[in-house]
C-alpha cells in the first residue's frame, strides 16, 4: 500500500502500525514525534496507530548535541 513518509512516497504491507514502521527503519521510537495526517500521536500510541492508504506521515527526529 502506498503511502508518504517526509514527503516522499513510501510502499508498506497492509496492517502495518506505526511502532512496526519504526522499526522496520530502525528508528527509536522514543527520540522522534510523528505527525499522522496532521496530527501528532503521542509515542504512548505508535502500537496502537494503524497505517493505511494515501495515509501522510512526517517523523521528526530529536538530534542531541552540544
Avoid at 3 to 29: M, S, T, Y
Wanted: proline share 6%; aromatic share 4%.
Amino acid at each position: 500500500m502506498k503511502i508518504r513518509i517526509n514527503g516522499e512516497d513510501a510502499e508498506v504491507n497492509p496492517g502495518l502500525l506505526l511502532i512496526d514502521l519504526l522499526q522496520k527503519r530502525q528508528i527509536n521510537p522514543a527520540a522522534v514525534i510523528i505527525e499522522h495526517n496532521h496530527q501528532i500521536i503521542s509515542c504512548s500510541q505508535f502500537p496502537n496507530t494503524p497505517i493505511q492508504e494515501n495515509d501522510r506521515l512526517e517523523i521528526i527526529s530529536f538530534v542531541g548535541g552540544g
